[in-house]
């Protein structure tokens, strides 16, 4: 798996970069983004994306992080 601090320090300074992708899910390595899509099938599919040793999430939209659904 990816370096967890790395990861975290990655997204501490790069939080601005992340919102612009709110609704899709990502793939990332300790260097950041590695892939974008709208779905976890698209995204696991996309080219140089390995779950095994990458990040991969949903990237909240505002709603869904307020908890408005």
Same mark, same amino acid.
């Given at each position: 798996?990816? @370096? ?23 793939? *990332?390595? @300790? ?8 779905? *976890?099938?698209? *995204? *696991? ?17 505002? @709603? @869904? ?5």
């Amino acid at each position: 798996m990816a @370096e967890v601090k790395q990861i975290n320090d990655w997204l501490s300074k790069n939080q601005s970069t992340l919102d612009q992708h709110a609704g899709k899910w990502v793939a *990332l390595s @300790e260097k950041g983004i590695v892939a974008v899509a709208s779905t *976890l099938k698209e *995204l *696991l599919k996309a080219r140089g994306v390995d779950p095994k040793t990458q990040v991969t999430f949903k990237v909240p939209t505002a @709603e @869904e992080y307020a908890g408005f659904y």
